[in-house]
């Protein structure tokens, strides 16, 4: 079974920090795209960031300058640095994978799903 398991999500005040990780299980060797997205309640998910292999992070408008997404290729983790934090960012925070491989698999995954971690800003 593939796992991307999320963590350091919390409860925090409006302008301090959090920082969030995501790390993929051993069977996989590389993940070609992994995503962060949100989910306010009641509020449909909302894309964060996104790393392809190789290439720089982007990240939406909604938290340019505030967030930070980086990979660490030989740990096979994804991590989102948030910064000045707003009660707007409070939600579920998932990390998605794209094009995962694995020596026992034949051919690569893809919209694998993390179980969430909650982040609550207040205000």
């Known amino acids: 079974q593939v796992q991307l398991v999320e963590s350091g999500g919390g409860l925090v005040q409006a302008g301090g920090s959090l920082r969030l990780s995501c790390a993929v299980s051993?069977?996989?060797?590389?993940?070609?795209?992994m995503r962060w997205y949100r989910q306010a309640p009641g509020e449909q998910r909302q894309w964060v960031a996104s790393?392809?292999?190789?290439?720089?992070?982007e990240v939406s408008d909604s938290v340019q300058g505030r967030f930070t997404a980086s990979r660490e290729y030989v740990k096979n983790t994804m991590s989102l640095q948030m910064d000045n934090l707003k009660p707007e960012d409070t939600g579920v925070y998932y990390c998605?994978?794209?094009?995962?491989?694995?020596?026992?698999?034949?051919?690569?995954?893809?919209?694998?799903w993390g179980q969430g971690t909650q982040v609550t800003v207040s205000s």
């Open positions: 790393i392809r292999e190789g290439e720089s992070a």
């Open positions: 998605i994978g794209d094009g995962l491989r694995s020596t026992a698999w034949r051919h690569p995954r893809d919209n694998i």
């Open positions: 051993n069977r996989v060797f590389s993940v070609e795209i």
